[in-house]
């Protein structure tokens, strides 16, 4: 029996805010574990929660960004459930009525080509704290400094099919989230982490067969090779007749499995109820308008503005608008430049293949938009040569060095006078009479054999326009 995957994602996106949810602690990372902390998100006797309104401002940014109906009224539950970390013994999260509903995001797919994926809500909760678990002494020790921090939740609907798909939802949430700087995207840090529900179902059946939830993802590749792992599982569980169990699973990216961590809880089993510390929150339309006029570029838009306005293909534009640092660093470096397709095509794969490398991102990359402007600009000028400039590029990227320095310092500016390349012309082809020789005779082939070597004498500074009328003049000229 043929079988359809059903897949559906839960995205947790830790808010950049400056303090938590419901308190005045501040939201920094890596600070020494429990100094992130007070009366209020340590669930101490008496204690009270008051919103922050930024986490709110910023939860209707990302409402809009996806498309999403916001709701006028919103409400704050008590989701309760005992763990260590959760020092209240319930988590404030928002469940019957969240703040935004009935979203989408259109993603592009190998298959059917444009593909819109429905998001069923964004509420708003707060995060729990961080078990860490020490072998060596027998113990599990609790940071705190996590529990507290502001998060909204992003459910899809049940529209994902492939791993693929998922995959490419997530970029693309991930990359508007970043856009509107309502998350720092950083998926090591947590804070922007997928849970996915699967399940399987007999292709063409409408029904959804029983799912299990796949906990706490943090890379687009583990959630792609877990959701696979997944769909291969639950097939082999029923091909041989058996069922599968509804339970939370874990991502073992080491053995590239997953394995059961405990039955998957239904909502019951919380036993929301509406916090009594919390009023109702109200958004009106004239906060909601105040937040869209602010709203920042998407990308789909400058995605849409790059091809229009720097002539760049749809590859070029939709790589370059993937991240909206590298967006930045692009238009930054191109804004004196005549050549915008060249800077285009050094960016995405001179730089990026520097960059990826050596495991970085944009924004940590050795060479600045300003530095590489200035390259780009030498490039243009043709004070050097395409060969030149990949070397003071390597050099820029071990130095530091700006390119002005270091073409001066090494005398890499491009040879472009007629009378001092007719000499080396003429110098190698009397080093090289037998190829010379063959050339006349028919293998014109060789003529890229006398430009290397001339490159060779010059070190890549030779004007390639200048040299090849006068090397074809002197290469035919006894013919």
């Not at 949810?21 to 574990?33: L, Q």
């Not at 856009?179 to 998926?187: K, P």
């Not at 503005?305 to 991240?323: E, N, V």
Request: net charge negative; proline share 5%; hydrophobic share 40%.
């Amino acid at each position: 029996m043929e079988f359809e995957p059903v897949i559906g994602l839960e995205v947790h996106a830790q808010l950049k805010t400056e303090t938590k949810i419901f308190c005045s602690c501040t939201t920094t990372f890596g600070n020494a574990p429990n100094a992130n902390t007070c009366p209020v998100c340590t669930g101490m006797p008496g204690v009270l929660p008051v919103l922050n309104k930024k986490a709110v401002t910023f939860a209707i940014r990302a409402a809009l960004a996806t498309h999403c109906t916001i709701a006028e009224e919103s409400r704050f539950d008590r989701k309760n459930y005992f763990y260590p970390d959760l020092p209240k013994g319930y988590q404030i999260s928002q469940y019957a009525a969240p703040i935004a509903e009935h979203g989408h995001l259109d993603i592009a797919t190998d298959r059917t080509g444009e593909k819109t994926i429905g998001i069923t809500r964004i509420h708003m909760e707060e995060d729990a704290g961080k078990l860490i678990h020490d072998p060596a002494r027998g113990k599990s020790l609790v940071d705190l400094n996590r529990t507290g921090v502001p998060l909204i939740e992003i459910v899809s609907e049940p529209d994902i099919r492939t791993p693929a798909e998922a995959g490419a939802y997530l970029r693309k949430l991930h990359a508007i989230l970043k856009y509107i700087d309502v998350c720092d995207g950083n998926m090591e840090e947590g804070s922007f982490r997928c849970d996915a529900n699967i399940s399987l179902r007999p292709a063409g059946q409408q029904a959804f067969g029983t799912r299990t939830e796949l906990k706490n993802l943090n890379s687009f590749r583990h959630v792609e090779n877990a959701i696979q792992y997944e769909i291969e599982r639950q097939t082999h569980v029923l091909e041989q007749g058996d069922a599968v169990i509804q339970e939370t699973r874990l991502w073992d990216p080491a053995k590239n499995k997953t394995m059961s961590m405990r039955g998957k809880e239904q909502a019951h089993d919380y036993r929301y109820f509406p916090d009594p510390d919390l009023v109702p929150l109200i958004v009106d339309q004239h906060w909601i308008q105040q937040v869209a006029d602010q709203m920042p570029e998407l990308p789909e838009a400058k995605k849409a503005r790059f091809i229009s306005r720097y002539q760049l293909s749809d590859y070029d534009a939709g790589i370059l608008t993937a991240d909206i640092h590298l967006a930045d660093f692009f238009e930054a470096a191109v804004a004196d430049l005549s050549n915008v397709k060249q800077a285009a095509n050094w960016i995405t794969t001179t730089l990026l293949g520097l960059l990826n490398a050596r495991g970085l991102d944009i924004t940590r990359s050795p060479v600045s938009a300003n530095d590489f402007a200035a390259l780009m600009g030498l490039l243009e000028s043709q004070k050097i040569t395409a060969a030149v400039a990949k070397t003071v590029f390597e050099e820029m990227a071990q130095t530091g060095a700006d390119p002005g320095t270091i073409v001066q310092q090494k005398g890499l500016e491009q040879v472009s006078d007629s009378l001092a390349l007719q000499t080396l012309v003429d110098a190698v082809l009397v080093e090289n009479p037998d190829e010379v020789a063959a050339f006349r005779s028919g293998k014109t082939k060789l003529f890229s054999f006398f430009m290397g070597q001339i490159m060779k004498k010059t070190r890549g500074k030779a004007d390639p326009k200048t040299l090849t009328p006068i090397l074809q003049s002197r290469l035919h000229q006894e013919k």
